[in-house]
């Protein structure tokens, strides 16, 4: 089956840092969130910068008010702040045990903080599944030599990332992205799986933002008044054995 180009592209979350205050130096508010309809928490990271080099530690803005409106229902959910800038509520909701994220639904990011708004929306992917290998799949190395998943709708591109198990939290993990839903490893395969053991495969559909946020590799989005980065994205995921030997 024909694939098109992977690209292998280190994702890197940019640190904006808050700098002090001086006459002439402009501040830019930025805001940082993804959405997942698998993920338990929605969470916006809301902060800002000067354009100037001199830096400082930041402990993130307190006082915003943050929101995400569903477009399609006009629901609206509003995030507390939790800690140092980092706005959180849980995506289940009671009593009905639905989640506000849906896939296939467009969601609208609000920030305002004084005098500046940000704004920006996305379109959740739908769900899908990975088809080849199974889960708990036990695999010869040799006879490894694709991936294979279900086409998510809205989506843009995939992201695949392999983890041995236990996993190396220390460990940087580089992502193999591509627009089809068919990936050969085969000449690649020896630096995914370099030992007998078990291997996590985790399998990410990207909406058009996330994947423009990491082609530029993570340059920052215009939203309205300020800066940053709203987007979504679902992913699915197995555990397989892999015997080299």
């Not at 080099?53 to 229902?73: D, L, P, Q, R, S």
């Not at 849980?90 to 009905?96: D, G, H, I």
Request: glycine fraction near 2%; charge should be neutral; include cysteine.
């Amino acid at each position: 089956m024909p694939f098109k180009r992977i690209f292998i592209i280190i994702l890197v979350f940019l640190s904006c840092k808050k700098i002090g205050i001086e006459e002439n130096w402009e501040r830019k508010i930025y805001a940082f969130s993804i959405l997942n309809p698998k993920e338990y928490y929605i969470t916006c990271i809301v902060d800002s910068n000067y354009s100037i080099e001199k830096e400082v530690k930041t402990y993130g803005i307190t006082e915003a008010k943050v929101f995400i409106v569903n477009e399609e229902t006009k629901e609206t959910l509003n995030l507390r702040h939790y800690w140092n800038g980092i706005y959180q509520e849980t995506n289940l909701r009671w009593p009905n045990l639905d989640f506000f994220v849906k896939p296939l639904n467009t969601y609208s990011l609000w920030v305002i903080f004084q005098n500046d708004t940000l704004t920006k929306k996305t379109i959740v992917p739908d769900t899908f599944s990975i088809t080849f290998p199974k889960n708990n799949d036990t695999l010869h190395y040799d006879s490894l030599n694709y991936f294979n998943w279900e086409r998510s709708r809205g989506a843009v591109a995939y992201a695949l990332f392999i983890f041995r198990l236990p996993r190396d939290t220390l460990a940087e993990y580089f992502p193999l992205f591509t627009q089809d839903t068919f990936l050969d490893i085969r000449e690649i395969k020896e630096a995914l799986f370099d030992t007998t053991s078990y291997y996590q495969l985790r399998v990410y559909a990207f909406d058009y933002n996330r994947y423009q946020w990491t082609i530029k590799r993570g340059e920052l989005d215009t939203l309205y008044h300020g800066l940053g980065h709203f987007s979504s994205q679902t992913n699915d995921e197995i555990i397989i054995f892999v015997r080299k030997d």
